[in-house]
């Protein structure tokens, strides 16, 4: 709530001007959103009080996934904004799926990790002596007993970020992924398979920017912003411009002079 009402605060400051010249009306935004925070505020108190009969529940859970792929499907046959199809316009307000995807991410491997948490796998190392199998033959099972696993662990996520990615959103399908995937090695899996495919991943990561030139744009304006400054670098050029005119504290409510230039 105190971090709801900050925000408040911080919207009303740097809309104003921005409300007052488009539509006439200085508090239109501020008032916008503390509706929202209204209705996020009920929301959340409706699902700290019921979740867990909601939640655990899986034919609600898997309601919840096919919806969401739904969603991701539609995203990706509507026009677009600046090239990225990651919004539904309801008029009111723009929906965007893949942020609702994160969370039923988590919520799928968690509730997976409950189930089945990864304990007494039958081949502990790839040098294991089984009775009549090869040592090639363990090899291949102790790798396909922990790739099923994670995939299983993945599904939903993986099926999330494939149609994120396709948006195109790396950053949000890489979340998407990641925080399932990190979530799986705390729960106890491991570490040295963790290693493995988290450097298969940054190598896999890499590529994928680097094959897109919108992606490795992205990438260049992140060690270049300025030479990006009206597209790609636009966001990080203003926040350094916030930080350079008012320092750690800012130059004060409704002081700010970036607004005016929008």
Known sequence: IIL?????????????????????????????QFIFVVAGIIIAISIANNGKR???KERYLQGIYVLLILLLLYVLTQTGIKGAK??????????????????AALLWTAAKLADKPWKNPRFKSILQRVKGLKQWQV???FWWERIRYMVYMLFWP?????????????????????FSFL????????????????????????????????????????FDPWSYAQDQGYQTVQGLLAV???????????????KYFY
């Open 158 to 178: 993986l099926a999330f970020a494939l149609l994120t990615f396709k948006q195109p959103d790396m950053g949000t399908a890489v979340l998407i992924v990641g």
């Open 54 to 56: 909601f939640f655990f």
């Open 86 to 103: 990651s919004w539904i316009n309801l008029r009111l307000f723009n929906l965007q799926p893949s942020e609702f995807a994160k969370l």
């Open 183 to 222: 979530l799986i090695f705390l729960s106890g899996f491991e570490k040295g398979i963790f290693g493995i495919t988290f450097i298969l991943a940054i190598i896999g990561g890499a590529y994928m920017a680097r094959s897109s030139d919108y992606r490795w744009k992205r990438v260049e304006s992140w």
């Open 139 to 141: 090899f291949c099972w």
């Open 244 to 258: 350079g005119s008012g320092g750690f504290f800012g130059q004060g409510f409704m002081n700010g002079t970036s």
């Open 4 to 32: 709801s009402a900050f925000g408040l605060i911080m919207v009303y400051s740097a809309s104003s001007y921005f409300s007052l010249s488009s539509v006439g009306n200085s508090e239109y935004f501020i008032i916008r």
